[in-house]
């Protein structure tokens, strides 16, 4: 019997087969396309994402085929135009404060290569038929092109097999929503024009908005145009699309003269707005487009399926092997159905701002929006809500039971452990000296739990190398299941165990005045955060986290 098999290999599948991968499940991985797509559908890759990318190795490689957004443009009716600098945010704590336009199909590669390192390859030409659950697991009807049937076991399915999704029918689970009035048309093509390279534009107008998306390559954007149906020309609106339909479009709705050329692809859509009300059914899971469609505004769809795929492999491979109760699978629609719900909402008041209303709605964008849009989206408070709603950096996880903490004794140093990142948070991006590592991230690599134990701002003598020893069995204990390091203040040079804050800037930001330390889950969110550091306390939490550590564990090779 498989441990999991994954049905749809586009960017969320292929990240659910490498985590479970790497953690040593046994899955398959099947697609119903025989050969991949070379459209290059979803483009931006947030920053999120690209620090996904980072722990499984492909970040640089990401980057240095896409191209980071530099600015943002409003350009109205008249050619007003309004250039709005995307600052550099910092603030944020990450190495990617950009967004990155990266086609799909080039995401899809890289994810694809990723996965052939742990030995699993996409299987094409499969479809899933049907299914049925049974009490160890479930019973999956393959039909191969070439017309053959084949039955399958496996203890977990996972649906990410996009908007048509077949496990989600099959499971009889609804998929709740609208499809919104407006007609959409697309085209990636070269422009030649007045539009900055690296610029994202929008342009509304009395006919609708044309946005505009840069792309890697010379003058390359994607171009979308978005309408009332009944502006749209007449003629058969499930016709291909033309590039001279598309520059008809262009003329017409453009406030400045574009010149569309050299399609890699042309498409008519319409958008939805749809979510399920369930993410798990017994031993099936969806995710992704499976679980939630929406408008492309913000560039979120694709960034949310890989981390609800981030999400639900690191808790699968510990209920697997036994180290975690199944109860904490539930833990995955707890914290992933929020998410999708506030994505919908998100998206729709973006799309509304964008493009939805009547006449006057579509006036106040093309005539009054590009003469204050310096002052609504330049200021540094609107650029920061816009960010951490994109860069989806500001995800968190505070109602999780996963989320948990105690804290007693008094406050030392000037600072506070309130204020630094609370359970359910990302861990922020900080500059740390390790063995091998210069960043906090870098530590946080692998499929493990982290455990970061701090010294304290100003330690007691004997404090570091008893830590260091804690750190050393706990980690011997636990495996691959579990890193330790020691985070000591003061401290210039790493060592075995040792993350050197020599300036106390982690521990000043993690509000750690005082001995504590913080257990840090494979997603890169604080599981619990516990003040002071009482080991058997401690213990206590690492085996209601990741059981009484067994023999096998410490014998066991990390993926």
């Not at 908005?209 to 171009?223: C, T, W």
């Not at 008893?466 to 299941?481: F, I, K």
């Not at 206590?540 to 066991?556: Q, T, V």
């Amino acid at each position: 019997m498989l441990d999991a098999l994954v049905v749809g290999a586009g960017p969320t599948g292929l990240t659910m087969a490498s985590e479970l991968a790497r953690r040593g499940l046994r899955c398959r991985l099947v697609e119903q396309l025989e050969k991949p797509s070379p459209l290059s559908r979803a483009l931006v890759v947030q920053a999120r994402t690209l620090e996904l990318f980072d722990d499984f190795g492909i970040a640089d490689a990401a980057v240095a085929r896409g191209r980071r957004t530099e600015s943002f443009h409003v350009i109205g009716a008249g050619g007003v135009h309004a250039r709005i600098p995307m600052q550099s945010f910092a603030w944020l704590e990450t190495r990617f404060p950009y967004m990155l336009m990266l086609p799909q199909d080039a995401t899809e590669e890289l994810l694809t290569g990723h996965l052939g390192t742990f030995g699993v390859t996409v299987e094409r030409g499969v479809a899933l038929e049907d299914y049925r659950q049974e009490a160890s697991g479930v019973e999956a009807t393959l039909k191969h092109a070439d017309g053959r049937v084949e039955r399958v076991s496996a203890r977990w399915l996972l649906g990410c097999d996009g908007a048509r999704s077949r496990v989600r029918k099959v499971a009889g689970i609804p998929f709740e929503g609208e499809t919104y009035d407006d007609a959409c048309v697309l085209a990636d093509v070269r422009v030649d024009g007045t539009m900055e390279a690296g610029a994202v534009c929008i342009m509304p107008g009395m006919h609708g908005v044309v946005a505009a998306f840069p792309m890697p390559g010379e003058r390359r954007f994607r171009l979308i145009c978005i309408m009332p149906r009944d502006a749209l020309p007449p003629g058969d609106d499930m016709a291909p699309l033309t590039l001279e339909e598309f520059q008809g479009l262009l003329d017409r709705m453009a406030p400045v003269p574009l010149r569309a050329s050299e399609p890699r692809w042309l498409s008519r859509y319409r958008l939805h707005r749809r979510g399920v009300p369930q993410y798990r059914q017994g031993r099936v899971f969806l995710a992704g487009d499976a679980a939630h469609i929406h408008s492309p505004a913000g560039g979120q769809g694709m960034n949310t399926g890989i981390q609800d795929a981030y999400n639900l492999a690191w808790k699968l491979a510990l209920v697997t092997r036994g180290h975690a109760p199944e109860s904490l699978l539930d833990t995955y629609e707890q914290e992933r159905h929020p998410v999708g719900q506030k994505l919908l909402e998100g998206t729709d008041r973006l799309f509304g701002l964008m493009a939805r209303g009547g006449l006057a709605s579509r006036m106040l964008r093309a005539y009054v929006v590009p003469r204050v849009a310096r002052g609504l989206f330049g200021s540094n408070l609107a650029q920061r809500q816009m960010a951490r709603f994109v860069s989806q950096l500001a995800i968190h996880y505070p109602d999780s039971p996963l989320s948990t903490e105690r804290l007693w004794g008094e406050e030392v140093g000037g600072v506070r452990m309130d204020e630094g990142p609370a359970p359910g948070d990302r861990v922020p991006e900080l500059p740390v000296k390790g063995e091998g590592v210069t960043r906090l991230h870098e530590v946080l690599r692998g499929p493990q739990h982290t455990l970061l134990l701090f010294t304290g701002l100003a330690p007691e003598a004997g404090v570091r190398s008893g830590l260091v020893a804690l750190a050393r069995r706990l980690e011997a204990a636990y495996g691959p299941l579990l890193k330790a390091r020691v985070v000591v203040a003061g401290e210039g040079m790493p060592a075995a165990f040792v993350l050197a804050d020599e300036e106390g800037t982690v521990h000043r930001r993690f509000g750690a005045g005082a001995e504590c330390f913080y257990l840090v889950r494979p997603d890169g969110y604080v599981g619990h955060r516990e003040r002071p550091i009482d080991p058997k306390r401690l213990e206590a939490e690492l085996a209601r986290r990741l059981g009484i550590p067994r023999a096998d564990d410490a014998k066991r090779v990390a993926g």
